[in-house]
């Protein structure tokens, strides 16, 4: 086995893995409080990408503006999608299977409105530069060590993810909001009786949640390109990591979704790319027959 | 016509069991495929190695293909479900399936030597029978095709229907609306989970053979993940649970394309979806049952009415305490509990209870709230687990056995509130609870029709006589939906009866009954006695006690502070200045 080989992709494993922590937590924090399987998710994903690059090359916005536009934007659409889809079913206690539909519905019809809108091409994100001509945004260097690179945006991305991840944790775990959160999951009728509006826990927790969406999708449009489709497969590697991970703690799904990375970027030293895909499929059945509770789960089911 | 026969076979796993899989294309996928390996000429010395789009395969017949494909995404889905229903959560279901959709469709691309890549597979032979001709390519062979389409249409309609009207349908309802009643009745909800993915996935692997047969090159792309949730769509669009319905959502959603196509020009396609995601939102919110929701039939369908003949109450009790075979004269204690306890976290609810029951008496457990008394009854059908202590049945003990063992080995309870499936008949709720069914089985439904029928036949009286015993036979009939709040509770303790355990644990059985329906109540539960079955009920209604206990265990914060003779309990001073709040 080349060693060299496997530090590299270990370290690319780390990289993608801290995406898919990043998005693990997101998920992790809508599941956790209302028990919805947000597909929708992948909307204010999708949402940041389009936001940043349309507003980059339409309103010819400087590059940090059109990255926070890109997050007002994915906040924005995750706020709305419960305040009009999933708050009204929940106040007239509809089952979770409909909210599932409505979700499904949601993240059917949003990628095909992106692409009669903005055309079904790839979209990069270019900005103006001074001299008014369209260019890259950010220069990505490589580093190099020896046999091992890594770009620099895979170092953003790396420090970014976890930074909120830890973030997420802290307000989860040690403020009076993450109490509400915790009260709301385990007795909603208790929480509301001492004063707990679950409507505002809930639109803190989805706007929270479409935030790290938001910030997920500027990491893929600035390292590749934002397409319509671009959010559905991601969503789907977050509640991997959320079940593979253990569905009773956040810091399980974070950890969960460094692991899944790591194990399908390793995978590659016997596999070709091609395979991650099914490589994570399988990983995530193996871990559902032996251990349901998730990794790092709790054995309460 | 293909979207029709699929949206049925998902109907039957989202309609019966409300459970949503997101699969359905690529296991369509799936079945195509090995109905192209299965049918493909093999391989000859003068074949190239390569050559593009042409495959070989096992040269068997059409109708092989078919059945192998049906097999292999029988087999497949079967496994993918395995975590999935041992959790029983739908929400693992829907990962797995879409993971496997995802991860189907990779694989489909990758694994060049089964699907040829992303060029697929060209070349397959097409049905033969005779010399009709069922080949894609020509327009009367188009038409054939539609024919045999239509007849595997109206085929796996019959079974569909066939299905939900079986008893094996009457589980899965049950599992959908109420699943922790199933294992409570001593029936294991898994296994008729996992079949009805099972069958779903078969009939989507069979339609993707007649798909590969009739169309003679299929590539990996047509199984997509769109496809899937249009599939879903037709399903939730029509109503789910009902089969015109589907059959409708299929018609309408399948011409939406071409229609688009003719209006919009290439673009209409991207529109489809649009429209049909928000025909899906709006659905749930407006007509959350679509639009033919589940019960609204059309003659042909209608179940036809009870044979079953009226019979009195008295004569209800005579046959059931027959065939209880119980005497009612024993005074052995049936059940034993020996210092239970249990805490949630740092809250101990039940701390060290210890006390038995008499076979054949009414033994009330009272106490104020929090005593204790719901989390023994849980400990006892073993839905918690006892942090330590034992349980008894009949000198046998039954401590850390499964609830299904545990009301296997006769010990029923009910719930505080009624759990029955309100959208089926009171005698359909009832009948669900009766054990050995033959019918529950479906090979037996397949194999031994004429036994399963006539069992049926008997599960059915059994359940009349259940509801005759409790006074509500005349209601058999009626949707649990319909009837009173204290007819429901009538109908979820016939539902015990029909059991045959012979401890029935019922909590709370007059809790919201309004009070002109509790004495109806008190006469269901002491007809119980009557039978010959051993009662032990939760209750605060002190005049229910009193009328109608022959025991009374008094408990508070977890231990048993008293247990007697009603009289003498209600007549202690501080257990009723404890109980009333002093």
Known sequence: MNLDLVAQLAISGFVIGSLYALLGVSFGLV?????????????PLAAAGYGAVWSAKTLHFPIWLSLLFGLAVSVLIGALILLLGYLPLIERKASLLSLFLVSLGLSVAF????????GVNNLPLEVYGSDGALKVPFENPVYQSGFLTITRLSIVQLIVSWVLVLIVLFIINKTALGRSVTALRTNPAMASAVGIDSRVVYLVIFSLSSLLMGVAGLLVTTQFVANPTMGLQWTLIGFIAVFFGGITSLGGSALGGLVLGLLSSLSGIWLGSQYAPIVVFTILFLTLLVRPQGLFGKATI | MVLIT??????????????????????FGVGAFTAARLALPTRTPDMADNVSGIGYGLNQPWYIAIAGAVVVTFIAALIISIPAVRIIRGEYLILLTLAFQLGGQQTMVVAKSVTGGAYGVAGIPSIKIGNIDFSGYTDRGTLNIAIFMAIVTLFVIVIAQGIANSPFGRILKTIREQASVV???????VAPEMLTFGITAAIAGGIGAVFALSQGAIIPGNFNLDLSIL???VVVLGGTGNVLGTIFGAIILGTLEPILRAVLGDSGIIWRSVIYGSALILMTFIRPNGFLPEGVKFKPFSKSKNEIVALTQSEAIKRLARTKGLTQSTSEEVLELKVLKKSFGGLTAVNGASFSIPRGKITALIGPNGAGKTTIFNMVTGTYKADSGQVFLRGK????????????????????????????????NVAVAVPD????KLLNLVIKPRASRLREKEVRERAFECLAVLGVSDKADQLV???SYGDQKLVAIARLLATDCEVLLLDEPTSGVDPSNVEGVIEGVMKLREIGCTVCLIEHSVYFIEKLADRAVFLDQGVVLAEGSVENLMSNKELSDLYFGG
Do not use: W
């Not at chain 1, 599941?31 to 909307?43: M, R």
């Not at chain 2, 109907?11 to 294309?25: E, K, P, Y």
């Not at chain 2, 294992?183 to 909800?189: A, D, L």
């Not at chain 2, 069914?437 to 529950?440: H, P, S, V």
């Open chain 1, 31 to 43: 599941y956790q409080t209302s028990k919805i399987f947000h597909l929708a998710g992948a909307i």
């Open chain 1, 111 to 118: 990628p095909s409105l992106l692409q009669i809108i903005f």
């Open chain 2, 6 to 27: 699929l949206g049925v076979s998902l109907n039957l796993l989202l309609g019966l069991v409300g459970r949503v899989s997101m699969a359905q294309s690529i296991l």
């Open chain 2, 183 to 189: 294992s409570s009745i001593g029936k294991s909800p």
């Open chain 2, 231 to 233: 599939i879903v769509s």
């Open chain 2, 397 to 428: 003990e039954i401590t850390g056995l499964s609830e299904i063992e545990i009301a296997k080995s006769g010990i029923a309870r009910s719930f505080q509130d009624v759990r029955l499936c309100e959208k089926m008949t009171a005698l359909d």
């Open chain 2, 437 to 440: 069914q033959l019918g529950e």
């Open chain 2, 481 to 483: 939906s319909d009837l």
